[in-house]
């Protein structure tokens, strides 16, 4: 793995540190198209289409121009909106939308898919893993720039939204109401280190005792060369397949009681539904009560050697989580709220030809949306 560490290229320091500098180490690549084409079927009747493409490419850290280290972010969003206006009658007006985003968000090393048997690893270790998100092992030697890296991520949403609303004038009611429906769904996977992870101090090449102290540079390079560990592993990680529901509708009322005064009436209900896993891999809750399979046997263990201040008798083993789908658990992640009720109310007085008077209530709810993914 030492060819991935490149030669000097500046003078540094007297004890032999920072001997390496590159100014010229990023780049971003940043395109974005947009389109909408509307269209005339009737005097009672325009639809509109839009369409917009989003690619973006982040090459970062590319500090030592080779595939040991840096990263590279590839963002993609791809939308359309779809809108139907009608006029079916002189007071009454029809919107229906519809909109589709779809964003994905992808980070990976460059090394990614890299042969580990290049690196003199074993075939009884590099067999076992994927080839397709391999890496060069990312490498921590104490008092040096750390090599390689995690086998990145990737996050792709959906966010569908359907709304339907409608006007009616009724004499000096202008009267509003609609509903609206959000499906949100959220797939990621962190492969994590699906390489293994190497860590290399210097509590093996430290001398002549074990406590005595480390010479500020060399001993963890040599700690790597000699191939003496002081730690590693590898990530096996699961996929996440998220959705959620969303439904909103409401009724809005502009009544103009006279030439000078005009009122807001309105009232929004909200139902924000939980998550749900797709595999229902998830923990939902903890049950504190729950009996547990082992527990007449440490229960016996325990009263065979107790300690004075809890006695056998209070000694209990219980509690365990609860996963949802399973054994009647719900398989969405929390218990909605569907109290959700949001009155609007407000005014408009005229008081004299020169003065206006307004004012409003109202009570807001903020939806879930893409927040409730981010663990």
Known sequence: MMQFYPL??????????????????????????????????????????????????????????????????????????????????????VDLRYGLTRYGNHNYPPSLGYDLSQLGLPAAVTSQLDRTFTTVPETSITGYTTL??????????????????????????????????????????????????????????????????????????????????????????????????????????????????????GLRYELDLPIKERFDRSIRNFDYAMALPFAAAAQAAYAASPIAEVPPSAFRTVGGLLYAGVGGVPRSLWNPDRNNFSPR??????????TVVRAGYGVFFEPGGSDRYTA
């Not at 959220?186 to 994590?192: A, C, F, T, V």
């Not at 430290?206 to 010479?215: I, K, M, R, T, V």
């Open 8 to 93: 000097p290229n500046t003078e540094g320091t007297a004890d032999g540190v920072n001997n390496y500098t590159d100014p010229d180490a990023n780049g971003n690549d940043y395109n974005f198209y947009t389109g909408r084409v509307d269209h005339v079927l009737s005097s009672t009747n325009r639809l509109y289409g839009s369409v917009t493409v989003l690619e973006q490419r982040d090459y970062s850290l590319q500090s030592f121009h080779n595939i040991a280290k840096g990263n590279r972010l590839h963002r993609i969003q791809r939308g359309i909106a779809l809108n139907d206006v009608w006029i079916l009658r002189p007071t009454l007006l």
């Open 345 to 354: 109310l407000g005014l408009a007085w005229r008081w004299r030809p020169q």
């Open 148 to 265: 390689g890296h995690g086998s990145g991520s990737t996050v792709v949403t959906n966010y569908h939204t359907y709304l339907a609303h409608a006007t009616n004038i009724r004499g000096n009611h202008s009267l509003r109401f609609g509903g609206e429906f959000r499906v949100m769904q959220e797939n990621r996977y962190s492969w994590g280190y699906v390489s293994p992870f190497f860590t290399f101090t210097t509590e093996w090449t430290q001398g002549p005792l074990d406590n005595s102290p480390a010479a500020p540079m060399g001993q963890g390079l040599a700690a790597f060369l000699l191939g003496t560990l002081s730690g590693g592993g590898i990530d096996r990680n699961a996929s996440v397949a998220e959705s959620s529901h969303y439904w909103g509708f409401f009724f809005h009322d502009d009544w103009k009681v006279s030439s000078r005064l005009t009122l807001t009436l």
